[in-house]
């Protein structure tokens, strides 16, 4: 495979501006013209960007419906109803629900958290999960990293007298669930001025808003940092504005001071000691995080997440390795079925994409397969699965997911 490389240079306006900013930051011209290219073109802009700024975290109440949301949930605390925190079985929803659970837990007893099962309920909210939910008496549930598309689950619930706050980051649609608040800084009337947050920095904005409207002071926030450096890096959302901030600190945290959950991972990586990267988090410690909800439940990771005793989570993390394990070879082994057909497929050579099914495929592997076969043949790609009567489909493209529920 020849690769092209595609470059627009720089124009005379951007070579000067580049050369100004870089006598005043005393940095390379070259440095320079790349942060212009990023839209940085101010000395402060630059400092904002180099050394960020908790204190430069934008206002929560800014984001639609954080007000009305923060009111639900002191008055679920003040009427002592029992709430339920439920996410995403990827890293993002995980890490979301470890942020926001270990953070209520402090002030509030009456709470627990529910991941669905990838293969018996699938992704988003599950009825089963809200007839779990009804059963043990939850009549607040705070649902992170998915939601905004669950109308119909999301009306059921109401009907069962259970309220939901959703916290998104996925394009809603037209149409709503009929939830009492909706956070999600890409509703179509939502002001909040950043709109890349994950689903996890979304439950930090929530949490941050809960803090300041009941006096807790911001430091109780920081232990909470490492989900979020952890949510950025594996959900891939741009690390620029409100992201850069929380990922900058909450990397600070992870390898200074990181939750007992994420230390054990830490150890198990083999990253001890050492300076843990963005980079680490991608590739070691994510999918740690996500082959429990890939291979069976990805509760697991999440009760690893907020354990409190190194012990018991190096046991924990001990048994998620033993799923990463067996994910790769899962996924090494379809990798190579899947490869094999394309090699085969003389017709599928000459495509401008790659479209493959075989019913033995693992529904939480398919996805990685297709990122893999795009890395060898540069082409979108999708692999789908069975699953009873239907098909599950995974690609290389994380738009397609909501679309195709994985
Ligand atoms: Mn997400």
């Not at 009111?71 to 929803?93: T, W």
């Not at 439940?297 to 190194?310: A, C, H, N, Q």
């Not at 398919?366 to 239907?390: F, K, N």
Request: charged share 25%; net charge negative; hydrophobic share 40%.
């Amino acid at each position: 495979m020849q690769l092209k490389w595609n470059y627009t240079p720089s124009t005379s306006e951007q070579t000067n501006t580049a050369k100004e900013l870089g006598e005043k930051l005393g940095i390379s011209p070259i440095l320079a013209s790349l942060l212009i290219r990023r839209g940085i073109t101010t000395e402060s802009a630059a400092k904002r960007f180099f050394r960020p700024q908790l204190s430069d975290l934008i206002n929560p109440f800014l984001m639609q419906d954080m007000d009305i949301a923060v009111d639900r949930l002191n008055d679920a605390m003040g009427r002592k109803e029992r709430i339920m925190v439920y996410g995403d079985y990827d890293v993002d929803g995980c890490t979301a629900v470890a942020l926001v659970y270990k953070f209520l837990r402090q002030f509030y007893s009456n709470i627990e958290y529910y991941i669905p099962d990838r293969y018996d309920e699938g992704y988003g909210v599950s009825k089963k999960g809200i007839d779990f939910a009804k059963e043990s008496g939850v009549k607040l549930i705070i649902i992170l990293d998915c939601g905004i598309k669950a109308v119909e689950e999301i009306s059921y619930a109401k009907e069962q007298g259970i309220d939901f706050i959703i916290c998104d980051h996925h394009v809603p649609d037209n149409n709503m669930p009929p939830a009492v608040a909706i956070l999600n800084p890409k509703r179509a009337d939502d002001s909040f001025p950043f709109k890349d947050l994950c689903g996890c920095g979304v439950g930090f904005k929530f949490m941050q808003a809960f803090a300041k409207n009941n006096n807790i002071p911001f430091s109780r926030l920081i232990p909470l940092l490492d989900f979020c450096a952890v949510s950025i890096a594996a959900d891939l959302v741009p690390v620029v504005g409100e992201n850069r901030i929380l990922a900058f600190h909450g990397l600070k945290q992870l390898n200074q001071n990181p939750s007992v959950g994420l230390q054990a991972i830490v150890d198990i990586c083999g990253l001890s000691g050492r300076e843990i990267s963005m980079s680490d988090i991608i590739f070691k410690i994510g999918p740690r995080i996500n082959a429990s909800g890939r291979m069976e439940s990805g509760k697991e990771s999440v009760d690893l997440l907020v354990e409190r005793d190194l012990a018991t989570a190096l046991l924990e993390a001990k048994h998620i390795d033993k799923y990463n394990d067996k994910r790769k070879d899962v996924d090494r082994q379809m990798t190579e079925e899947a490869n094999q057909i394309v090699e085969r497929l003389e017709s599928q050579k000459h495509q401008n994409s790659i479209v493959l099914y075989d019913e033995h495929w693992k529904k939480g592997v398919i996805g990685i397969v297709a990122s893999r076969l795009t890395e060898i043949y540069y082409r979108p790609t999708i692999v789908i699965t069975r699953e009873g009567d239907l098909a599950t489909v995974g690609t290389n493209c994380s738009r397609f997911r909501p679309i195709f529920c994985d």
